[in-house]
Antibody, heavy 119, light 112 residues
Framework: EVQLVQSGAEVKKPGESLKISCKGSGYSFTSYWIGWVRQMPGKGLEWMGIIYPGDSDTRYSPSFQGQVTISADKSISTAYLQWSSLKASDTAMYYC????????????WGQGTLVTVSS | QSVLTQPPSVSGAPGQRVTISCTGSSSNIGAGYDVHWYQQLPGTAPKLLIYGNSNRPSGVPDRFSGSKSGTSASLAITGLQAEDEADYYCQSYDSSLSGSNVFGTGTKVTVL
């Protein structure tokens, strides 16, 4: 079964750093892109960026470029989303999802990681 | 701010047919890029519902269908059921945004 399992919920203070993870299994991790999607409380889905674990080629949404860092460790089939200095406005649910290539769809999705940033 | 616009909400009685529109532009849907649809049940992760404009993944009931024309796409749900109450999102690719995937604004479907 193709599966993406994300790391658990996080509670952080403004200014702190954070790295959340997304582990793939049941398929060739290096052969598909992994995307990250933000969903703020009560709001819609926002595409953040994608990475191709095979060669670490990474693309960012203009809205998130410079705000987060996407990376991957293909040796352990895991993708990451990282912040160097969190803000309260980063409070959201973050999903990873397997992407099937340019212009294509996201499937399956991870269960989501809730990030809460509060002083 | 999404470049794909959906109605905020649609509703229907059990058994009825509802449709959700997804309106884009010449840099995304109108440029020929495929449209995909997702269902997000309350408190859960999104799930792929339709891919490549009109294809259903295995396990998705044939009550769900998708179509695309010009700069818009539509998702239709026939024989509406209580378990279809969820948020629905379209997704495509936009060539004007540095190779960006884009999601629609989302539509809440309410079963009356």
């Amino acid at each position: 079964e193709v599966q993406l399992v994300q790391s658990g919920a996080e509670v952080k203070k403004p200014g702190e750093s954070l790295k959340i993870s997304c582990k793939g299994s049941g398929y060739s991790f290096t052969s598909y892109w992994i995307g990250w999607v933000r969903q703020m409380p009560g709001k819609g889905l926002e595409w953040m960026g994608i990475i191709y674990p095979g060669d670490s080629d990474t693309r960012y949404s203009p809205s998130f470029q410079g705000q987060v860092t996407i990376s991957a460790d293909k040796s352990i089939s895991t993708a990451y989303l990282q912040w160097s200095s969190l803000k309260a406005s980063d409070t959201a649910m973050y999903y990873c999802a397997r992407h099937h290539g340019s212009g294509s769809w996201f499937d399956p999705w991870g269960q989501g990681t809730l990030v809460t940033v509060s002083s | 701010q999404s470049v794909l616009t959906q109605p905020p909400s649609v509703s229907g009685a059990p058994g009825q047919r509802v449709t959700i529109s997804c309106t884009g532009s010449s840099s995304n849907i109108g440029a020929g890029y495929d449209v995909h649809w997702y269902q997000q049940l309350p408190g859960t992760a999104p799930k792929l519902l339709i891919y490549g404009n009109s294809n259903r993944p295995s396990g998705v009931p044939d009550r769900f269908s998708g179509s695309k024309s010009g700069t818009s796409a539509s998702l239709a749900i026939t024989g509406l059921q209580a378990e279809d109450e969820a948020d629905y999102y379209c997704q495509s690719y936009d060539s004007s945004l540095s190779g960006s995937n884009v999601f629609g604004t989302g539509t809440k479907v309410t079963v009356l």
